[in-house]
């Protein structure tokens, strides 16, 4: 019993060029990005407007909402009946066809216009009239974008995965662990492309609800490449969020809190002509710009993680006779640069004295 709770944790399967997944699994994974690419690209088309209303069309943007048939409703229609069917009998005598009879079905106070293609057949004229436009199949334009640009983020994100998916299973190096992250992507790169959408829509100037002006086309476009490199669409959100809500501080000897702050340094003595690994510790310290020095020796080549910087370091044969050189690091939100002193290992000073050789034998 000991034995089987002390045991190793079973290792993942893993197939002969190294993936995480089974050939099953590849098949459905295949099977289901092609369904949901095909479905999105798929629902896109079928809705398609036939056009957008110019800026000088004075009518309502409203669209009938069917697959294959989103067409702008030229007027508003009256909604109020959305059928009618009235039946007109015209007796063969010309004498009683300027009369009707009392007995008859039609109101003799309405009207009953007769289309242009009405049927005759004999002696009787039937007459059909259909109003299928209503309320409910009707859908305002920017109802309309906001579907479709959704669904465009979508498409983009799905092309994205495809590409993602085949790239590491092909390389052999497709881990299970990011199963979770090709159900949820496409999802957050829909809603990310309606917060793309209202920030060029909007312009936080543009104040009008009108459509007309609408460049579907290019609404489209950023839609999809936002879903396409969902990545590079959120650093332009927290960019265009920066440039507009960053205060300008104004106060002569504010306080410069966050950012970038070293707490230590750690690094073995220098020696002349040897390399040397330095470490800078502390917190936040890939944010922001900064410039590390020794002497006049300006450090370029830097690895930046959350919690430390570290870089490479040779002393110059005309810096072993010192004791310590300087190391200067400035952070991005730093008055003025913070100073280290890095030890130098001095070699060890060779015993040139020579003994006689007839040093400590008697003389005869």
């Known amino acids: ?153 979508f498409l983009g994100n799905m092309i994205h995965i495809s590409a993602s998916f085949t790239s590491y299973i092909g390389a052999g190096k497709f881990r299970k662990s990011w199963i979770l992250w090709y159900c949820v992507k496409p999802f957050t790169a829909a809603a990310l492309a309606l917060a793309v959408y209202f920030v060029f829509r909007g312009g936080f100037l543009n ?25 590079r669409a959120t650093l332009k959100l927290k960019e265009v969020f920066e440039v507009l809500f960053r205060p300008k501080e104004e106060r002569p000897d504010q306080l410069k809190n966050g950012g970038l702050k070293i707490t230590g340094v750690d690094a073995a003595p220098l020696e002349a002509g040897q390399s040397t690994v330095i470490t800078l510790k502390g917190e936040k310290m890939d944010e922001g710009k900064i410039d590390i020095s020794i002497g006049d020796d300006i450090i370029q080549d830097i690895d930046r993680k959350p919690d430390s910087i570290s870089f490479t370091y040779t002393l110059p044969e005309a810096l072993k006779d010192k004791d310590a050189v300087t190391l200067s690091v400035k952070p991005e939100n730093a008055a003025t640069p913070d100073s280290y002193q890095l030890k130098v290992n001095a070699k060890p000073v060779q015993n040139n004295t020579v003994i006689p050789e007839d040093e400590g034998a008697g003389h005869a």
């Open 1 to 153: 019993m000991a034995e089987t709770q002390n045991a190793a944790p079973r290792p993942p399967y893993r197939d002969n060029d190294g993936n995480e997944i089974t050939a099953i699994g590849k098949f459905y994974a295949g099977v289901i990005i092609i369904f949901f690419t095909f479905f999105s690209a798929f629902y896109l088309v079928g809705h398609w407007p036939d056009r957008i209303p110019g800026p000088k069309d004075d009518i309502a943007p409203l669209y009938t909402f069917r697959w294959f048939h989103v067409r702008l409703v030229d007027s508003t229609p009256d909604t109020s009946t959305v059928k009618q069917e009235t039946a007109v009998t015209a007796e063969s005598d010309a004498a009683d066809s300027t009369q009707i009879k009392s007995d008859s079905t039609v109101d003799s106070t309405t009207p009953v216009p007769l289309p242009k293609d009405a049927a005759v057949s004999g002696q009787k004229i039937s007459v059909t009239r259909m109003d299928i436009l209503s309320e409910d199949k009707l859908m305002h334009i920017n109802t309309l974008l906001l579907i479709l640009v959704a669904v465009a983020g």
């Open 207 to 231: 104040m009008s609800d009108d459509g007309a002006n609408i460049n579907i086309y290019g609404v489209m476009t950023i839609s999809i490449l936002s879903g396409l490199f969902t990545d």
